[in-house]
């Protein structure tokens, strides 16, 4: 392909050799001839023949020139063709770059809003556990006491009358001196010994198993506030001098409170008498 070009210039050169060697050939036959013609006829014979030969070097070298430029300039067009495709490439890429750049963005936004609200989360489960750790350490701090007696009185022995049904009536008083609500216990009230049996005030119940034990649900103890009154009524047998009564507060996941008191039977009143 990149000889074509100089193929008619190499005809055209192979040519006017021919004619110049013919022109020659001719002057080398015709000399003998024109032995006696003055020396302007072959001066001018020769300079004829190299005109010749200059003008088709001169066609020849156009021809080449031409085929030159041509082929420089299919170059130049296939470069700029070239240049435009490697262009229109860099431009795809840079839009492709642009593109991924705005992807990486949003995905970095996209972290950063998932980034913060975890954040949050974990500060609300920080939050959540510092209260559920400073509620776990909030305790309910449980005060038994028998009616209006307080202090070392408690731990003496406590003098009751008796009234004509052999029922004493006692008040129970628990106190939450802590600082959390105790809440849904249970009241245990055991008398000893098992012949003093313990019902609820003004409920009497004549016969029934484990009669000196009695369980009664409160309801919720809160802390700082007035005393639950749990009250019942005691039955003392007239053999029974003293007994004693032992009353615990008590719930799941919740350390047990016990306290003992000792009773002495007092005056027994009789119907109708004080």
Sequence with gaps: MLMRPFVWPAILAVIAGGAVFMIALSGGRLAPRLG????????????????????????????????????????????????????????????????????????????????????EQLKAVQQAYEDERRRAALRPS????????????????????????????????????GDADLTSPTVAVQAFPPTVFVDQRNVHILERPDHNVLQLSPGDIRHKTEPIRCAVDVKVPLDVSEF??????????????????????????????I
């Design 36 to 119: 006696g013609q003055p020396l302007t006829e072959a001066t001018s014979l020769s300079g004829l023949a190299a005109n010749i030969v200059l003008l088709f070097v001169a066609v020849l070298a156009l021809l080449v020139a031409g085929a030159a430029y041509r082929e420089a300039h299919e170059t130049s067009v296939q470069q700029q063709k070239l240049g435009e495709a490697q262009q229109a490439a860099l431009a795809e890429s840079r839009q492709a770059l642009a593109t991924a750049a705005s992807e990486l963005t949003d995905h970095r936004r996209l972290l950063d809003s998932s980034a913060a609200a975890l954040g």
């Design 142 to 177: 449980i005060e038994i006491r028998v009616g209006e007696i307080a202090g070392s009185q408690l731990n003496s022995l406590i003098r009751v009358d008796i009234d004509a049904q052999g029922y004493t009536p006692i008040d129970f008083l628990l106190i939450n001196n």
């Design 244 to 273: 004693h009564v032992a009353v615990s507060v008590f719930r799941q996941s919740f350390s047990a409170t016990t306290r003992n008191f000792r009773f002495a039977a007092g005056r027994r009143l009789r119907q109708g008498k």
